[in-house]
């Protein structure tokens, strides 16, 4: 079944064409992977599909019994609400349902009030209405659902008890999406979910839309995740779309074989027209020499073929991308930065104790661990922004750093681009302009205010004063945010050829497995080394988890082996009467739980005959259940002590 449907879809802002022809189609259950450059009009068309904005020309079908759920921005709440009213917002109209069926339920138990049977049977019938209701929009399994989403996505106590209106713009992302996955959905349209997430939720959110059982479309940079999520790529490109049967991977080779496909149709096209138009200039030129009309004919007719012929376009084999080229830089000593008992706190809680570490000249290492465990400030108290409590940072000798900070700022936001390149780097107008068009910063783009860049422009910018500076000591933290998959796939090309050291934080997969040599893991205020990339990383963590089962397992056999034998033991060590008097006793025990267990089974299955009787009489109803209740308590607590009795 089509669930989505977009065909030929044009869309223009001012004289400023996004999308020329577009189409898309999704089918119940698919995922679908949103690609392509930054600005190209992804977002765009996941508004046109929320019905957010119309489109120009073209045709938009969504299936009417189908739910979408999307935000594309962070909506505005009341400022009393806390993240977790944020969340019940996705659970408004059961959590309706079941405020009427305990305002029902607390009539029931009144009784002050002299009910009548009518109206005793019209609440019955009300409350009955009400519970199937909750039952139908999952209100038995709606905690369950909040608790493991905000489990999954690292959603802690604290957290949910904090007020929205407080939140970081990050942490307020982290939220909208939970609410999103908490919506009972059809379709999810997801604009980079994984922003702001660590890895681990990431790899959550992975499992998660893996079991989710409706369709979604991910506009998302990052490859690894777009590999273990999506079943097809949809490329958008020069405002028009391209469909791939695949995961990222398969679209890279796939992508690759049809331009060159094209680009062999291309040549062949060309070379048959070129040989066509040479027919037609010697017929004309015949008919000239022989004046004879029928040349003229011949080539006439000739050049409506090459008018109807279906042209070719084409292809961009090589697109538009920004150009890093690594500058000359003398190299650094040997050992670049040590760490020796390195202590960091904060009011008092440590945030890492006893850090040792030692990173060496051309290593590429990676920095990995959750949210918060200390990785940015770990940066920052090797480069000497903050102060350690305990310990020493030792940088080596002829270390020049370049750091590229998570939140790329400026001092001096008003200047322009081209006067923060001239000051900066002490060139002359024509170098920076020269030096910012690598960059892709063209024309008037080098007279933009630095406060007005967007976060790609702003990343683009720092990269561009780096990579001419005397550098051999880069220290990135996230280093591809906000860049889309051209620039990374730039991005990367230029640090395998960077000759110097690479200290990096990513929660990138894709960009760790290619750039790391070495992995080093802060968790639980510990930092661990670990060799290879992330693939590498990965491993051994799984061998290690592994092993720590295996073990767990052996002791908890071990340990309940001994608890059984003391408990023989203990018996044992009893004699004469008494060790015969233990031995009867435990059997007429034995015997009593297992007359009592069939005694209340019995009791139990009269209850419920009796309420099937009288379905009308509220009163009656109440008072039974609560008698059942209690003996299945007590049914458990009988079936507890036979099974410690006989273990």
């Known amino acids: 079944m089509i669930d989505i449907s977009l065909k030929q879809m044009k869309k223009s802002y001012a004289a400023d064409i996004v999308l020329r022809d577009v189409n898309l189609e999704v089918h119940s259950g698919e995922k679908i992977g949103l690609i392509g450059p930054n600005g190209s009009g992804k977002t765009t068309i996941l508004k046109i599909i929320a019905g957010k904005t119309d489109c120009d020309e073209g045709s938009r079908f969504v299936h009417r019994d189908k739910k979408i759920g999307y935000l594309d921005q962070i909506p505005a709440f009341p400022e009393s609400y806390t993240v977790t009213d944020v969340l019940n917002g996705a659970f408004a109209p059961v959590i309706e349902v079941k405020r009427k069926m305990r305002a029902l339920e607390d009539t029931f138990e009144d009784r002050s009030e002299n009910h009548g049977h009518a109206d005793a049977d019209r609440r019955m019938a009300a409350y009955g209405k009400l519970q199937v209701e909750f039952e139908r929009q999952g209100g038995y399994e709606y905690e369950t659902k909040l608790e493991k989403i905000c489990t999954g996505l690292k959603l802690m106590p604290d957290f949910l008890r904090r007020y929205f209106r407080h939140l970081s713009s990050g942490e307020k992302s982290i939220v909208v999406l939970a609410k999103i996955l908490l919506e009972s959905c059809d379709v999810m349209l997801l604009d980079e979910p994984t922003n702001h997430l660590d890895i681990e939720a990431i790899e959550w959110l992975e499992s998660y839309l893996g079991d989710f059982p409706g369709g979604a479309i991910i506009v998302s940079h990052d490859r690894y995740f777009l590999d273990k999520t999506v079943h097809h790529i949809l490329e958008l490109e020069g405002g028009r779309t391209e469909a791939y049967h695949g995961n990222y991977t398969y679209f890279v080779k796939e992508r690759e ?36 009309p029928r040349m003229f004919r011949k080539a006439a007719n000739m050049e409506k073929r090459i008018e109807r012929m279906e042209k070719v376009d084409k292809p961009v084999l090589e697109r538009r991308r920004i150009k890093l080229n690594a500058a000359n830089s003398r190299r650094s000593g040997t050992d670049v930065v040590s760490l020796e008992r390195l202590a960091k706190r904060f009011d008092g809680t440590a945030l890492f104790e006893d850090l040792n570490g030692l990173i060496r000249y051309r290593e590429h290492v990676a920095v990995l661990g959750r949210n918060g465990s200390g990785k940015s ?33 400026f001092p001096d936001p008003q200047r322009t681009i081209i006067d923060e390149i001239r000051h900066v780097l002490e060139v002359d107008a024509g170098k920076a302009r020269a030096y910012l068009a690598k960059m892709l910063f063209l024309r008037d783009d080098a007279f933009k205010q630095i406060a007005n860049l967007s976060g790609g422009e702003l990343v683009r910018l720092k990269w561009c004063l780096l990579m001419h500076q005397d550098i051999n000591f880069l220290v990135l933290d996230e280093p591809t945010n906000h860049l889309d998959i051209d620039s990374r796939e730039v991005l990367e090309e230029y640090l395998s050829e960077f000759a110097g050291t690479i200290l990096f934080v990513s929660h990138d997969r894709f960009f760790i497995n290619k750039m790391a040599d070495r992995v080093l893991h802060l968790a639980d205020k510990r930092l661990t080394n670990y060799p290879g990339n992330y693939d590498d990383f990965k491993e051994t963590r799984s061998r290690i988890d592994q092993r720590a089962g295996d073990e767990r397992g052996a002791q908890k056999k071990q340990s309940d082996g001994a608890l059984r034998q003391s408990r023989k033991s203990g018996l044992s060590r009893h004699t004469g009467k008494r060790s015969q008097y233990v031995k009867s006793g435990s059997k007429n025990r034995k015997r009593k739980l297992e007359a009592d267990l069939d005694t209340l089974e019995s009791a139990i299955a009269e209850l419920e005959s009796e309420m099937a009787k009288h379905p009308s009489d509220y009163q009656k109803q109440q008072d039974l259940h609560k008698e059942q209740s209690k003996l299945h308590r007590r049914l458990d607590e009988l079936l507890e002590a036979l099974i410690e009795l006989e273990a």
């Open 257 to 292: 074989r049809r331009l060159f496909a094209q680009f062999e149709q291309y040549k062949n096209q060309e070379k048959k027209i070129k040989a066509m138009e040479a027919a037609i200039k010697r017929f004309r030129e015949w008919g000239r020499r022989s004046d004879d």
């Open 377 to 409: 400030t770990l940066l920052k108290l090797m480069l000497g922004q903050l102060e350690s409590d305990e310990g020493t940072v030792r940088m080596g000798s002829q270390v020049r750093v370049g750091y590229l900070e998570q939140e790329v700022s």
